[in-house]
């Protein structure tokens, strides 16, 4: 099988070609991506991850999931980080955070309440609306 060096660039930028029959590429086929950043230390991190686990599995979402260790305030910039645990799809944060980014810990302001950890049904909704602008 052969590829040409646009298709391995696409591979390697998180694009997969599909192959027909006759072993040519037919189309380009960009995988949805879902990353999860935190920092070890954060107590909500937990939570949102099994959160994220569950809901993939019950929608039946085909992603590439990336779990982000983020370490330092240094690395919060490197990673556009805004406290953890923060959800992005496709590179979007779910709240469409912006500005300084934050190494520490994460407030969600949710139905008049705050919290360290969103619920599935905030983070299911906030998902299918970043996956829907596709």
């Not at 944060?93 to 949710?110: A, L, S």
């Amino acid at each position: 099988m052969k590829l040409n060096k646009s298709i391995l660039v696409l591979c390697l930028a998180g694009l997969f070609p599909v192959f027909g029959a006759s072993g040519e590429e037919d189309a380009v086929v960009m995988m949805d991506k879902i990353e999860l950043l935190y920092f070890e230390e954060c107590p909500s991190h937990e939570a949102v991850r099994k959160h994220v686990l569950e809901l993939i599995e019950e929608e039946g979402w085909k992603v590439d999931l990336v779990f982000l260790e983020v370490n330092s305030d240094a690395e919060a910039q490197k990673y556009q980080f805004y406290g953890s645990p923060s959800v992005r799809v496709n590179g979007v944060d779910i709240e469409r955070k912006e500005g300084r980014p934050v190494w520490g810990c994460r407030i969600y302001h949710i139905d008049g309440k705050t919290t360290g950890s969103p619920p599935k049904s905030y983070l299911r909704t906030k998902i299918l609306q970043i996956l829907a602008e596709k």
